[in-house]
């Protein structure tokens, strides 16, 4: 079955600072990633995704986001957070046999000033 | 493009109330997701439509659910007999079929409390 992992529950930045958030996933075939992003009450808001061909993908707000097949990683990046990135964010993955998307548990940003 | 709308935004209820929530997919979209979000969590599939078709279902959604897509348009999923453990936020995503390849755009989400 499939899975998604996201290891860090927290993850605190000053603001200015580099970001990754970590994202491990489980499945067979190629799978199709997405980063969503949460804030607090909120729906999702889709940051980038990745279907095939460039595995380095540019999102909105400035993120990106490398799949690496060889680790069944899809980490985001950001090279400089600011206070509006304080959120939760969600990776999810999706798959040839089913419409559904399979999320993690979540990573929470918190930006210091 | 008006984007994914949900209503009620928040409903509290007591327990053993009946509920329902309706989702208005982006217009041209012709499928349609439900997912539901515990504190902490990240979303979990509940149940999925093509036009008016419900397609799949996951082992979450228990008798007590039902969700329903008249005419191909807007959604409504109601719970019966509701307990304390469906308080959660349910989240309605919608996407134009492109095979799997698709981009599922989500709503604001109704967050419910059973008290």
């Known amino acids: 079955a499939q899975s998604v992992t996201q290891p860090d529950i927290h993850i605190t930045v000053s603001e200015g600072a580099s970001l990754e958030l970590r994202c491990n996933y489980s499945?067979?075939?190629?799978?199709?990633l997405f980063w969503y992003v949460q804030s607090p009450g909120q729906g999702l808001q889709l940051l980038l995704k990745?279907?095939?061909?460039?595995?380095l993908v540019q999102g909105i707000k400035g993120f990106e986001a490398e799949f690496k097949r060889s680790q069944s990683s899809f980490n985001l990046r950001k090279p400089s957070v600011h206070w509006s990135d304080a959120a939760e964010y969600f990776c999810?993955?999706?798959?040839?046999?089913?419409?559904?998307?399979?999320f993690g548990s979540g990573t929470r940003l918190l930006v210091r000033p | 493009d008006t984007g994914v709308s949900q209503n009620p935004r928040h409903k509290i209820t007591k327990r053993g109330q009946n509920v329902t929530f309706r989702c208005d997919p982006i217009?041209?979209?012709?499928?349609l997701y439900w997912y539901r979000q515990t504190l902490g969590q990240g979303p979990e599939f509940l149940t999925y439509?093509?036009?008016?078709?419900?397609?799949?279902k996951s082992r979450l959604l228990s008798d007590r659910f039902s969700a329903e897509r008249p005419k191909g348009s807007f959604s409504t999923l109601e719970i019966q007999r509701t307990e304390q453990g469906d308080s959660a936020m349910y989240l309605c995503?919608?996407?134009?079929?492109?095979?799997?390849?698709?981009?599922?755009?989500f709503g604001p989400g109704t967050r419910l409390l059973v008290l």
């Open positions: 217009s041209e979209h012709n499928r």
């Open positions: 999810a993955v999706g798959t040839d046999s089913s419409y559904k998307l399979i």
């Open positions: 990745y279907f095939s061909g460039d595995t």
């Open positions: 995503a919608s996407s134009s079929a492109q095979g799997t390849q698709e981009t599922q755009y």
């Open positions: 499945y067979g075939a190629t799978p199709y």
């Open positions: 439509f093509q036009n008016e078709a419900q397609l799949e």
